[in-house]
């Protein structure tokens, strides 16, 4: 393995709070693509695109035989939802959640389980809610094209 050198001014470390080489190596890569690329680094918090970040409900639910799809982070796995695994809400209840109701293109992030596993949500997924256990992102698509 080589030993990789990055430099970073003192205001850059105060700025960030951090002095941790591998963040400021990432970040200095971003700049010199940046500089470089016909492409825009947008990075997650950026409020050009970041429109909502939300949880779902932190009391437990009552599931029925059908009704909603509620997805648990354990349905959440690395770009894909899994659609068998029979969690349902009445739609009652899926009013009651109006903030951690899904729509087509949420970006679903796991905060337990396989942390950090990733999926869109599919244009044809239909009426859906999450648990507290899974982050609902939500971006401004029309900012991006």
Do not use: C, W
């Not at 400021?24 to 693509?33: I, L, R, S």
């Amino acid at each position: 393995m080589a030993i990789q050198v990055t430099n970073t001014s003192i205001i850059e470390v105060k700025k960030s709070d951090r002095f941790e080489p591998r963040y400021h190596h990432v970040f200095n890569k971003f700049d010199e693509y940046e500089k470089t690329s016909k492409f825009e680094i947008l990075r997650f918090g950026d409020k050009k695109i970041l429109q909502k970040v939300t949880d779902g409900e932190h009391a437990g639910q009552t599931f029925v035989d059908k009704g909603i799809r509620f997805v648990k982070n354990s349905a959440v796995k690395d770009f894909t939802i899994n659609l068998f695994d029979g969690f349902f809400i009445t739609e009652e209840k899926h009013k009651q959640q109006k903030r951690s109701a899904l729509k087509p293109l949420d970006i679903l992030f796991t905060t337990i389980g396989h942390l950090g596993a990733t999926a869109i949500v599919p244009e044809n997924f239909g009426e859906a809610n999450i648990n507290q256990n899974v982050v609902k992102i939500k971006i401004m698509l029309r900012n991006l094209y």
